[in-house]
């Protein structure tokens, strides 16, 4: 057996300038709609990997404006 070499590639060679050189060249609504869609996909892959905490949050959802919270409103104002 050979020994295994391993290989360290510049990716700038290769023409790809990452993250920064992408967003420089979009505008403010373009790198918003791109950054909501990277929030959107980890938390996929979140609720893919924990379906339990996914449920969790479904039912907090469904429960919401259902339960009446702080005090009732006075009877001589309502009028």
């Not at 920064?20 to 938390?43: G, H």
């Amino acid at each position: 057996m050979g020994r295994k070499v391993k290989l360290i590639v510049d990716v700038t060679e290769l023409g790809r300038l990452g993250g920064r050189a992408t967003a420089a060249n979009r505008s403010p609504k373009e790198r918003e709609v791109a950054a909501r869609c990277a929030v959107e996909a980890r938390w996929d892959a979140y609720y893919a990997a924990h379906p339990e905490k996914l449920q969790a949050k479904l039912e907090r959802e469904a429960g919401k404006g259902t339960r009446k919270r702080g005090r009732p409103p006075n009877k001589k104002s309502a009028k």
